[in-house]
């Protein structure tokens, strides 16, 4: 049945017999594919009966659906044609994890943060009433969890403005984000999920007592305190926006008439539905800790993981706990992340300290600076991708009162496989600004374990970044230069500045560097802001410089080198190796920095041809 799905319009036309074969057909294509590769496996489960009501009620693409966050739009993509090649999956040159416009038409926006969608809908419905398509309508699908980030609640305000703006907003509510959703609002959708007496009620009075005006409008008198107790719904109604549910999300007929009745309101809609993370396969239903949220490559018959080995994250996670039975002012805190950013160790140690604010960067960075107003010292764990959403809240809310608060970005520098906005290229060009922040790059495990007890121990804003994937091997220092480590001593020709792990690369290269007859002095930082005062000094006595991150070349510590050396008078030549400033396609982590010229051998062609320049005579006009 789903090989000869190849458009919207060949879901329309199947029968309920039909649309059943097909979603079981779904499920399995899901299991297996992600199986193979990994990927957002529970969230996909839990839409295949709403995703396909979606496209037999709407028109796409004339009728955008926009995915918030996007992970759960792989039945979408099977749905619009993209029914072959799950066999390569967030690999290079196959499809991507998230919606994507190279791929697809029905794919109108390429997100991957959360709680963006409400905002894509408000802009679009708005776009096509002023351009006088009063009947198409956008379709925003958005998860309880992405519903706790503030900038959800910011659309709604919006979109409830305008009591004609054609926007159908599914609620896909299954209780989790990546863990189970955290904060008031959860609170608030849990009860709707198994409150419906309200309308009931409200229809047994209104029968009984209609030809009674007085007593009836009495009734309605109470109506907004009656829905206040019986059904929490009213939180939705009070922005005004019309609230349709709750829908059993696994029932595709019920869907569609819920979905069919939005579409014809002609104003903004609420569908609530209630799915189930994971559904359909057991291991999946039966995994506590996120119904299988993004599983690596695993076995489809047990469910089990293939091993991993040893990541940064639990270096991070192990020494954290060691820090929080030394320290009582020690607290954490998640963006609805507590076992991807190994926090659930800490958590586990320290119930009482551990802090879920939901998918709310910013809030997290502000409560931090809350906490450490208070005396404590904060350490907030995200991807390094989504501190761009807290920028301000670091900036004017933790540095301006220079507080010791302590950010820890998973994820930095190139990640891979989830795309272009996962990767963590941006952080360390972004963090030059922020007057007083100091930034620790651990090259290995070891120093994972040494400057992120440097940073808690400071008195001022702090972070320290690592990249995904297995910890590097150690690679212990030879000697120091101010505190910076030196990994490798040679003759001044060239000065390797190697930021984090990068320090790997670099040392690869100075053997092959060796070969051509040009020595390398490989150093690390550890603190790459602020630079410490020794690099002058070291970069005067050679005759190039070279930086290399996994970070963007824009604004990074390159640049920061090259400024200090230009403040200090040292006329040497710098050059900056790092990520390039665009959009990288999906690919594992390794084939993309060799894409980029981050291998040792790159480096190590780059730096000779450099060399060689600056060695030749130089037969200029005047």
Same mark, same amino acid.
């Given at each position: ?6 458009? #919207?319009?060949?879901?329309?036309? $199947? ?12 499920? %399995? ?32 693409? *004339? ?70 398509? %009063? ?39 299954? +209780? ?6 955290? /904060? +008031? $609002? ?20 209104? /029968? ?8 009836? @409008? ?44 939005? &579409? ?60 929080? *039975?030394? &320290? ?27 802090? !879920? ?39 004017? @809310?933790?540095?301006?009162?220079? $507080?010791?608060?302590?950010? =820890? ?26 007057? +007083? ?7 290995? /495990? ?18 320290? *970044? ?18 910076? !480590? ?57 005759? $190039? ?13 390159? %640049? ?11 006329? =040497? ?6 990520? #390039? ?40 006009? *005047?």
């Amino acid at each position: 049945m789903l090989a000869s799905v190849r458009g #919207p319009h060949d879901v329309k036309r $199947l029968d309920v017999e039909e649309l059943a074969t097909l979603a079981a057909e779904i499920r %399995d294509l899901l299991v297996d594919s992600c199986a193979r590769t990994g990927g957002h496996l529970g969230p996909n489960l839990g839409v295949v009966e709403l995703t396909i009501a979606l496209h037999r009620v709407f028109d796409s693409p *004339r009728d955008p659906i926009i995915w918030d966050t996007g992970h759960q739009a792989y039945v979408h993509k099977m749905l619009t044609g993209r029914t072959t090649g799950w066999d390569r999956l967030k690999q290079e040159g196959g499809l991507s994890g998230y919606p994507s416009q190279a791929e697809s038409e029905h794919d109108f926006v390429e997100n991957s943060h959360a709680s963006t969608a409400l905002s894509y809908a408000d802009g679009l419905a708005k776009a096509f009433r002023l351009r006088g398509d %009063d009947e198409r309508t956008v379709v925003a699908v958005i998860g309880d969890g992405a519903l706790t980030g503030g900038m959800a609640w910011e659309a709604l305000n919006n979109i409830a403005e305008t009591d004609d703006l054609r926007v159908v907003i599914v609620v896909n509510d299954n +209780g989790r984000s990546y863990s189970p959703t955290i /904060g +008031g $609002l959860g609170r608030h959708l849990a009860s709707l999920r198994v409150t419906r007496r309200y309308e009931d009620m409200l229809e047994y009075f209104k /029968g009984k007592l209609e030809n009674v005006p007085l007593v009836y @409008d009495a009734l309605h008198g109470f109506k907004k305190g009656v829905k206040d107790i019986v059904s929490p719904q009213v939180m939705f109604e009070d922005l005004g926006l019309k609230y349709v549910g709750p829908i059993d999300g696994h029932d595709e007929q019920a869907m569609e008439a819920a979905l069919r009745k939005a &579409r014809d309101f002609g104003g903004p809609v609420i569908v609530h539905t209630l799915t189930q993370k994971g559904r359909g396969y057991a291991p999946a239903e039966n995994h506590e800790e996120d119904q299988f949220h993004s599983p690596g490559a695993f076995d489809r018959a047990t469910g089990l993981e293939k091993p991993k080995g040893r990541i940064w994250t639990n270096v991070f996670s192990e020494e954290l706990v060691k820090l929080g *039975r030394e &320290r009582e002012d020690l607290v954490a805190i998640t963006a609805a992340m507590l076992h991807p950013t190994g926090l659930n160790e800490f958590a586990a140690a320290y119930p009482e300290r551990i802090f !879920d604010v939901g998918i709310a960067e910013q809030h997290a960075l502000t409560s931090a600076a809350g906490l450490a107003l208070g005396g404590l010292h904060p350490v907030v764990a995200v991807y390094a991708t989504f501190l761009n959403r807290a920028f301000d809240q670091l900036l004017m @809310d933790v540095a301006l009162h220079k $507080l010791p608060v302590t950010v =820890v970005l998973d994820r930095a520098g190139v990640t891979g496989d989830d795309g272009a906005s996962h990767n963590g290229m941006w952080d360390l060009s972004i963090l030059q600004v922020v007057p +007083g922040l100091e930034i620790a790059v651990p090259r290995d /495990g070891e120093r994972v374990r040494e400057l992120l007890r440097e940073a808690v121990a400071k008195d001022v804003p702090t972070v320290l *970044r690592f990249p995904k994937g297995p910890v590097a091997e150690t690679l212990e220092a030879v000697g120091k230069l101010g505190e910076m !480590d030196v990994l490798r001593a040679g003759d001044p020709d060239v000065l390797l500045v190697a930021v984090g792990p990068m320090a790997h690369a670099a040392m690869e290269a100075a053997v092959l560097l060796d070969a051509q007859g040009i020595s390398a002095t490989v150093v690390d930082p550890r603190w790459v802001k602020p630079l410490d005062p020794a690099l002058v000094l070291a970069a005067g006595a050679h005759k $190039l410089v070279a930086v290399v991150e996994d970070n963007g070349r824009v604004g990074g510590v390159g %640049d920061a080198v090259a400024r200090m050396l230009r403040d200090a008078d040292v006329d =040497v030549p710098v050059r900056t190796f790092g990520i #390039p400033q665009r959009f990288l396609d999906h690919a594992k982590r390794a084939a993309i920095l060799g894409q980029i010229g981050l291998t040792g051998q790159d480096l190590a062609r780059e730096i000779t041809e450099a060399v060689a320049r600056r060695s030749a005579p130089i037969d200029a006009p *005047r």
